[in-house]
C-alpha cells in the first residue's frame, strides 16, 4: 500500500504581514497607510501582527544600539509600542468601522446643523509624529437625509484619524465617509490640528497650525450658507 505523499502548507515559514499583502493584493486593494483593511483580515490575525510588530520592532530599537535585555526602562517597549500601533493610534486600519445608528428625517428638517469642535488625534505618515487637533462638521439634511446620534459623529471621525495620515487626505476621507453615511444637500467639514513633526523635529516651530476645510453641496454652491457656516463655528472664532 504507497502512502499518500504529505502536503506542505506553502504558508509555513510565511510572516503573517506577507500573507495579509499578498492577499490584499490578489483582491485588487490598496493598503496605504491610510487604508482600513479590515475586511481581509481573518479571526486572530490582529493578535498575530501585534506579534510580529513587536518582534521587529525589538530588532529596530537594538539598531538604534538600545540594550533592551539590560535598561529595564525599554525591555517591554517593543510590546508597549505594538500593542499601541494596533490597538490604539492606527486602529483605524484594523478595526472596521463602528456601529452606527441611523435614523430617518421623520420631521423633514432642512435647517443647519453644526457639530463640534471635535478633538481628534492622528499621526503624520510622514514621521509617526502626533497630530492633534480639532474638527468641525457643518450638515445641511434633507427630508431623505440619514439622521445620527451626535456622539457618533465623533466616533466615525476618530476611526478615520485613528491611522498614520496626512492632514489634506484626512479631512477628505472624513468627508467622504460622512456625505455616504448622512447623504445630506450639504456638508462642510474644518479641520484645525497641530502638528508635531514641525514642533518636535525639522523646523521646532511649535506655533504653526494647519487649517484646512472641504465644502460639499449646498456649502459649496451658496456663499451664504458657507459664510454662516464658518462664522458660526464653537470655539474657533
Not at 5 to 10: H, L
Not at 166 to 191: C, F, S, T
Request: charged residues 25%; neutral net charge; contains cysteine.
Amino acid at each position: 500500500m504507497h502512502e499518500l505523499p504529505q502536503r506542505i502548507d506553502p504558508d509555513v515559514g510565511v510572516p503573517l504581514s506577507q500573507r495579509i499583502r499578498q492577499r490584499l493584493r490578489r483582491a485588487g486593494v490598496r493598503f496605504h497607510a491610510n487604508d482600513n483593511i479590515a475586511d481581509y483580515l481573518r479571526e486572530g490575525e490582529v493578535d498575530g501582527l501585534q506579534a510580529e510588530v513587536a518582534e521587529q520592532l525589538e530588532h529596530m530599537l537594538r539598531s538604534l544600539v538600545i540594550d533592551v535585555d539590560a535598561d529595564h526602562n525599554t525591555r517591554d517597549t517593543a510590546k508597549r509600542l505594538a500593542r499601541m500601533f494596533m490597538r490604539e493610534v492606527f486602529s483605524g486600519r484594523y478595526e472596521p468601522a463602528p456601529a452606527v445608528t441611523e435614523f430617518p428625517n421623520v420631521e423633514h428638517l432642512d435647517e443647519l446643523m453644526i457639530v463640534g469642535p471635535l478633538r481628534v488625534r492622528s499621526a503624520c505618515s510622514h514621521h509617526l509624529c502626533p497630530i492633534m487637533g480639532r474638527v468641525w462638521i457643518g450638515v445641511m439634511p434633507n427630508e431623505c437625509s440619514n439622521l445620527i446620534g451626535l456622539s457618533k459623529y465623533g466616533r466615525l471621525v476618530n476611526w478615520v484619524m485613528s491611522r498614520p495620515q496626512i492632514q489634506e487626505e484626512a479631512i477628505k476621507q472624513v468627508a467622504d465617509l460622512l456625505e455616504n453615511r448622512i447623504v445630506p444637500d450639504g456638508l462642510a467639514v474644518v479641520l484645525e490640528a497641530d502638528h508635531f513633526c514641525m514642533h518636535w523635529r525639522g523646523t521646532r516651530d511649535d506655533g504653526a497650525k494647519m487649517v484646512n476645510s472641504v465644502m460639499r453641496g449646498s456649502f459649496l454652491k451658496d456663499a451664504t450658507l458657507r459664510r454662516e457656516f464658518l462664522s458660526l463655528l464653537p470655539g474657533r472664532n
